[in-house]
């Protein structure tokens, strides 16, 4: 059993279209997180819920736009999708336990032509 | 200015070498710090968390330094598959991880 899991895995589209990638976790955690992960490997956050209530959202343009309609699903939707937008996109979920550890999903791969 | 800063490398050893990489953070309140490893086209994950008296997994140590905002990673005896890309991970505040840019290593026969 995949603990998050991404779909699509890899995605190729044109400019100026819309896409949207999910994300689920079986883990029974209270935060979800999206980040995304350009050509020169920096991770970089994006989006953060807990319990379907957004509570980081860092400089990212209004293009892009999460949905977490429930605690176990944090969906990116891009629109009027740019070059720039090419990168791997990775969901994470966020242990209970004092480690706090970061369970991550095994990335979607856009790449915008 | 990043928030964790790391020399990206790459760092090219002879198995059974040791390798030290090295993490500053920028947020003197960040409350906890991790390592992560990322191997090829794969998702990150956890390697090992760091406290603050420093703490040994097998081969791996990890050390922490609040008054320097510094982090260490320790891997004696390299093996062939410890070539990965090593991240530095700190949660700031809350839910705020944030993570270095990778410190790539290959550990060469």
């Known amino acids: 059993d995949t603990a998050v899991s991404q779909t699509p895995k890899y995605l190729v589209t044109q400019m100026g279209n819309d896409k949207s990638i999910k994300c689920e976790q079986n883990?029974?955690?209270?935060?979800m997180y999206w980040y995304k992960q350009d050509s020169k490997k920096f991770l970089k956050i994006m989006f953060s819920?807990?319990?379907?209530?957004?509570?980081i959202n860092e400089t990212v343009p209004n293009r892009f736009s999460p949905k977490s309609p429930d605690k176990a699903h944090l969906n990116l939707h891009i629109n009027s999708l740019e070059l720039g937008d090419s990168a791997v996109y990775f969901c994470?979920?966020?242990?209970?336990?004092?480690?706090?550890?970061?369970?991550f999903g095994e990335g979607s791969r856009l790449t915008v032509l | 200015r990043k928030e964790v800063e790391q020399d990206p490398g790459p760092f090219n050893v002879p198995e059974g070498a040791t390798v030290a990489f090295n993490c500053t953070y920028s947020?003197?309140?960040?409350?906890?710090f991790f390592w992560y490893r990322q191997d090829c086209r794969k998702e990150p994950k956890l390697l090992m968390s760091?406290?603050?008296s420093g703490n040994e997994d097998g081969r791996f140590t990890a050390q922490l330094n609040r008054a320097s905002q510094y982090i260490s990673l320790l891997i004696r005896d390299s093996k062939l598959s410890d070539s990965a890309t090593y991240l530095c991970?700190?949660?700031?505040?809350?839910?705020?991880?944030?993570f270095g840019t990778g410190t790539s290593l290959t550990v060469i026969p």
């Open positions: 883990l029974g955690h209270d935060t």
């Open positions: 819920y807990n319990n379907k209530e957004l509570i």
């Open positions: 994470a979920s966020r242990g209970l336990t004092n480690t706090g550890e970061l369970f």
């Open positions: 760091v406290y603050s």
């Open positions: 947020n003197s309140a960040s409350q906890s």
């Open positions: 991970v700190v949660l700031f505040t809350g839910n705020q991880f944030y």
